[in-house]
Each structure stands twice: as structure tokens, then as C-alpha cells.
């Protein structure tokens, strides 16, 4: 295999610049030309020129959020003209592999390609951790640690003026992220979109906690559950007590990738590039256990991964 492409697509995550990096310099180590196209599959299909990598052009990246070959969400990639105009683009340019580096919905495209004859790796980078077959994806350890600092932060002022926060996390459809950072940042109550929330149950908690003389209350919603307006409303009306509202939003994408992703978006860029020289298409570099596996895209795009109950149920002792 000569002539690689990469991309990223859909949202950006931390370290997806590590993935870059590492499938580039995995690539020339095998006197592959690697190219990288601007702008997701928006780019690829609005027929954007290929940029050839060197070694030096992804030096002082590893470091940096965000991605370096921009990204875009491509609703116009799901039309099947686009997809096969597309296909015959790369066939034209010679291009014998593909890179695509993002969710689920990236991987959908990438599944497309495969099909219609493209040698197509997909590397899982997405916050939300949400895509089956792969224990982590790159972004989340970042996102989550992020989420963190947010709610050491808010439990300083909270602590301060005895008030419960209501802390909006991102995550699209899935709970991970609320779950991961809730048990870790030590929340009083998690509500995640795959767990109907007992309200009362939660309120509760919170005013047995005050009982014993806890000074803060922080509770953590997944975006796909509730708005944490709606919520806050909720337990203000059911506690009495002073209750304020924290959207954390995009800052959870941004910021400089965790020694985990970095780790992580090097060994899948690395992994993907191996991939398509052993001839391997339409699968993910999959982290399962401590190894990275290849797993069918189809298996990616198979649905939601499932949150495990057990963790949510130890969430709830743990913050009693
Ligand atoms: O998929 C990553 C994610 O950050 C989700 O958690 C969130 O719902 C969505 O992207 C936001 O998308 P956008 O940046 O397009 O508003």
C-alpha cells in the first residue's frame, strides 16, 4: 500500500491531533505518502485538495485539542450519490486507504466507503464514549477530567453558600460521561438518559445529606436526560433549599488531551495504519482489555453501547 488519506470527522475530540500524528509518522515509516483532507467528509466529497504530510508537519501537535485537519458533521455524506462520487474520487487519486477518525455517525461514512471498495479504518474518537465494541474511545478520559476541574471548581462556591448545583454534562444519547465523572468527582446523584430518575428519591438524598451536616450537593445530568434547568426547578421546589444551574457545554471538548488520550490516539493511529497494510477494511481499532483489536464497523454502528447497571448502582452508595 502506497497512498494513504486521514480525516477527522464529526465532533472533535482531545488527542484526535495524536492519532493524526501517529498515523502519518507510522505511514512514512513505511514509505507510505499520507495525505490528510480538511474538513471531514465535507472536504473529501466537495472534492478539497489532498495535503501531503511530511514527518515535521505534525511535529508540536501531541499537545494541542482540537484537530489539525479541521472537522465538519456531513449530513450530505449520507446520500448515496455523494458516497459513490465520492468513492470513485479516491479511486482516481489512487488512493488504496482511508482513515476516518471519529463517532458513530463518522463511521457510517466509513462503513459506505468500504462497501463500495475502499480500503476504510475507522479510529473511535468521540467525548461521549458511546460507540459499541470499544471499551474507550479518545476524547472521554480528556472530557472527564475536564468535567472535574468544572466540579471541584463549583464545590467551592457551593460549599461557600450551602446550595445544591446542578451540574449539565455532554454525551449526546449515552450516559458515560455523566456516569464516569459523577462517581469520580464524588456527585451526590447522577441521572443518565438510560436510568429513569426517582426525583424524590434523589431529593431525598440530597436533605439526608444536609441532615448530616453536608455544606454542598452536586448533581450531574447527562444532556440526553433532562435539562438541568428543568431539574434544578425540581429539587428546589421538593428541597427548599437554594439551588443554581452550571451548563458546562463545549468546554468539555476543548483543552490539551490527557496523558490517557494521548496514549490512547497514538496506539489506535499507529494500529489503523498496520491495519491496512495487513489489507484489513471496514473495521475500528477497538480497545479491549489492553490490546487494540480490530472490530467490524458494522459492529460500531450496531447501535448504543450499553452503560453498565452495576456501576450505576454502586454510583448510588457511594453518594449515599
Ligand atoms: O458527540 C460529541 C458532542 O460533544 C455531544 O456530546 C454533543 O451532544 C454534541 O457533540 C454537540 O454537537 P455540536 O458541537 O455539533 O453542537
Redesign the pocket.
Known sequence: MQKIVVLTS????PGMNAAIRAVVRTGIYYQMEVYGIEGGFSGLCSGSEMKKFSLGSVAGIIHRGGTILHTA?APEFKEKAMQDQTARRLKEASIEGLVVIG?G?SFCGALALHELGVKTVGIPA???N?IPGTSSTI?FDT?VNTILDAMNRLRDTATSHQRIFIVE????ESGF?ALAAGIAGGAEAIIVPEIKPDLEEICRRLLKGIARKKTHSLVIVA??AASAYDIGKVVQEKTKLETRVTVLG?I??GGSPSAVDRLLGSRMGAAAVELLRQGQSGVMTALQGDAIVPVPLSVATSGRRELSRDLYEMSGILAM
Open positions: 464529526g465532533g472533535d475530540a458533521r463517532g455517525g468521540t467525548i461521549d458511546d476524547g472530557a454534562v455532554m454525551g449526546r460521561i444532556e440526553g463545549h468539555q471538548r
